[in-house]
Antibody
Framework: QVQLQQSGPGLVTPSQTLSLTCAISGDSVSSNSATWDWIRQSPSRGLEWLGRIYYRSTWIHQYAVSVQSRIIISPDTSKNQLSLQLTSVTPEDTAVYYC????????????WGQGTMVTVSS | DIVLTQSPLFLAVTPGEPASISCRSSQSLLYSNGVDHLDWYLQKPGQSPQVVIYLGSNRPSGVPDRFSGSGSGSDFILKITRVEPEDVGVYYCMQALQAPITFGQGTKLEIK
């Protein structure tokens, strides 16, 4: 059974960097058939896809245009996890952040992390 | 970006009655292999989204057969034949044909 366990601070100061981790069990971050997404949810923006990584002989990154200058999603193969870094945060980045697995070559997003509420405030 | 428009945005249904949600896409979600990359997710209060239908009409194991998905191209429907109290929450359609993945606004289902 695949599980995603998220961790990271729930409060970030404006202009600082938001950092979250998603630990994977039951699958591999280096899977050649899965992709690993970060999605956030806020009352103002709804569900918003931020980006993904996946491994197909090399690591591939895709980011939403709205955050592409501020976002890094990276794998940690030694710990079998992925991380999200979002720099220069503002209160508009306040949201619940989810990691999710999309399996079997883009078939279905079948496993989601538990969500992390991140508030950007001084 | 592909825009998904759901309707209605709110549903109040008597237990045992049917429910139907529409999702319209700004462009076709049909991939060259004949598969529509349109999923339906239910987000129960306080929980992460969970898939109820994927690739237009496929129901994952563990999802009750009262849930069904239909449609192709740009128009899709999620149907619940007989709504039960545990079906309450917000339903989202999601397209994964191309990045960025995008979501509909959500349809809130409540029990009368």
């Amino acid at each position: 059974q695949v599980q995603l366990q998220q961790s990271g601070p729930g409060l970030v100061t404006p202009s600082q960097t938001l950092s979250l981790t998603c630990a994977i069990s039951g699958d591999s971050v280096s899977s050649n058939s899965a992709t690993w997404d970060w999605i956030r949810q806020s009352p103002s923006r709804g569900l918003e896809w931020l980006g993904r990584i996946y491994y197909r002989s090399t690591w591939i990154h895709q980011y939403a245009v709205s955050v592409q200058s501020r976002i890094i999603i990276s794998p940690d193969t030694s710990k079998n996890q992925l991380s999200l870094q979002l720099t220069s945060v503002t209160p508009e980045d306040t949201a619940v952040y989810y990691c999710a697995r999309r399996r079997d070559h883009n078939t279905v997003s079948d496993v989601w992390g538990q969500g992390t509420m991140v508030t950007v405030s001084s | 970006d592909i825009v998904l428009t759901q309707s209605p945005l709110f549903l109040a249904v008597t237990p045992g009655e049917p429910a139907s949600i529409s999702c319209r896409s700004s462009q076709s979600l049909l991939y060259s292999n004949g598969v529509d990359h349109l999923d339906w997710y239910l987000q129960k209060p306080g929980q992460s989204p969970q898939v109820v239908i994927y690739l237009g009409s496929n129901r994952p194991s563990g999802v009750p057969d009262r849930f069904s998905g239909s449609g192709s191209g740009s128009d899709f429907i999620l149907k619940i034949t007989r709504v039960e109290p545990e079906d309450v929450g917000v339903y989202y359609c999601m397209q994964a044909l191309q990045a960025p993945i995008t979501f509909g606004q959500g349809t809130k289902l409540e029990i009368k």
